[in-house]
């Protein structure tokens, strides 16, 4: 068993490369972050990652106050990755190392909420999928058919992923030695999923 979490701003691929494990390793289970919390807080009925939820509903969840969101995280949500990181079966969550909110057309960080302590505590492996500024714009420009997304710009994607650094930096120096923190460029699908699924399974 094994709790682990790719780290990646929206359009590095996580769901992709997720997904490319699975089809190697069909027990593992994949959930994210924001599903989970909005299944906690009422707004959505799953928290599977296959979940297609609505741009309402991660609206709704955008527009949770950080003060509610804390509350959950150091409740119900601590509780459910307890019991998560207790299972036999391994799995993989899928989150932010900085939340972007896209309201009224413009972008703001969520510098200040970093994960907690306990939640790296649970952690066997984390994981920062990273990709060239370029080829994220062109993933968010080829999603937009099919997922409610900002496609934003350049400037942008390369402010979110300084910011994220900065925050993995952080994570890292907390973690230490007690689990893998590894950063996987996500370039060519099959390598980098093939990297994540060495780093889960060992």
């Not at 932010?96 to 413009?106: G, P, R």
């Amino acid at each position: 068993m094994s709790l682990s979490t790719i780290y990646g701003i929206n359009g590095v691929g996580k769901d992709s490369v997720a997904n490319e494990v699975r089809l190697r390793n069909p027990s593992l289970s994949i959930t994210s972050e924001s599903k989970i919390l909005m299944y906690l807080l009422g707004i959505s009925p799953e928290y599977t990652a296959s979940y297609s939820a609505s741009r309402e509903q991660y609206k709704t969840l955008e527009d949770t106050p950080q003060e509610t969101i804390r509350e959950v995280e150091a409740t119900s949500f601590k509780e459910f990755i307890g019991n998560v990181a207790t299972e036999a079966r391994s799995t993989l969550v899928l989150s932010h190392l900085v939340f972007a909110l896209h309201l009224d057309k413009e972008t703001s960080y969520l510098t200040d909420r970093d994960a907690p302590e306990w939640y790296l505590d649970s952690g066997d492996a984390f994981m920062q999928l990273v990709a060239p500024s370029q080829e994220v714009l062109r993933r968010r420009i080829g999603d937009e058919s099919s997922r409610e997304r900002t496609t934003a710009g350049i400037l942008e994607i390369e402010t979110h992923q300084k910011l994220c650094d900065e925050k993995w930096q952080s994570l890292t120096s907390y973690v230490g030695t007690s689990a893998i923190c590894s950063i996987v460029n996500n370039v060519d699908l099959m390598a980098a999923s093939k990297e994540v699924e060495g780093i889960i399974y060992g």
